[in-house]
Nanobody, 121 residues
Framework: QVQLVESGGGLVQAGGSLRLSCVASGSIFSINAMAWYRQAPGKQRELVAVISSGGRTMYADSAKGRFTISRDNAKNTVYLQMNSLKLEDTAVYYC???????????????WGQGTQVTVSS
């Protein structure tokens, strides 16, 4: 079994910072890309940032310059450092990962349960 668990969400004032973490555990052979998505009430889930196994990163325009995605391969963990938070950043943030649970299994996408981020004025 593979499990992704997010943490670090909470209530923060506009302009503040928050750091999200996501740990992958269970049967893991290799991890490819890891990403952060978010979903606000009544809205579609959107990609926020993604990082490849080699450390290449990509950000949504809304996150560029404010958010930083990183990973610690030894800990099977991906982070999302969020600075200069805005009201519109309020959403449930989900961790996603493309990984293989064993050498004989093909890659598959896994999701975490999500962590709430609320930005207040």
């Amino acid at each position: 079994q593979v499990q992704l668990v997010e943490s670090g969400g909470g209530l923060v004032q506009a302009g503040g910072s928050l750091r999200l973490s996501c740990v992958a555990s269970g049967s893991i052979f290799s991890i490819n890309a890891m990403a952060w998505y978010r979903q606000a009430p009544g809205k579609q889930r959107e990609l926020v940032a993604v990082i490849s196994s080699g450390g290449r990163t990509m950000y949504a325009d809304s996150a560029k310059g404010r958010f930083t995605i990183s990973r610690d391969n030894a800990k099977n963990t991906v982070y999302l450092q969020m600075n200069s938070l805005k009201l519109e950043d309020t959403a449930v943030y989900y961790c996603n990962s493309d990984l293989r649970s064993s050498w004989y299994e093909g890659p598959r996408s896994y999701w975490g349960q999500g962590t709430q981020v609320t930005v207040s004025s």
